[in-house]
């Protein structure tokens, strides 16, 4: 069994921020890369950010300069730092483990921006 586990979500200010944390755990190889989407309310699911296992980083251009994505390839996990928060970013974020031995999806986490 795989396990994906997404913390560090909640409520904050306009301009404040928050750090996601997402941790996979149990029979898993090979990750080729870890990253976060995000699911608003009648939106359709957007990728924010994705860091390979080789150290390559990519954004959505909506959050480029304000969230910065990074890895410990030893505890599997990744995190997703958020600055300069804005209320267009309020949404359930997910985090997706790409790996030979399978696609996962955790729970998600909810992050709110509103004063």
């Known amino acids: 069994q795989v396990r994906v586990v997404e913390s560090g979500g909640g409520l904050v200010q306009p301009g404040g921020s928050l750090r996601l944390s997402c941790a996979a755990s149990?029979?898993?190889?090979?990750?080729?890369?870890m990253g976060w989407s995000r699911q608003a309310p009648g939106k359709q699911r957007e990728l924010v950010a994705v860091?390979?296992?080789?150290?390559?980083?990519n954004y959505a251009d909506s959050v480029k300069g304000r969230f910065t994505i990074s890895r410990d390839n030893a505890e599997n996990t990744v995190y997703l730092q958020m600055n300069s928060l804005k209320p267009e970013d309020t949404a359930v974020y997910l985090c997706n483990v790409v790996s030979s031995s399978g696609d996962y999806w955790g729970q998600g986490t909810q992050v709110t921006v509103s004063s």
């Open positions: 149990g029979r898993i190889f090979s990750i080729y890369h």
């Open positions: 860091a390979t296992w080789s150290g390559f980083t």
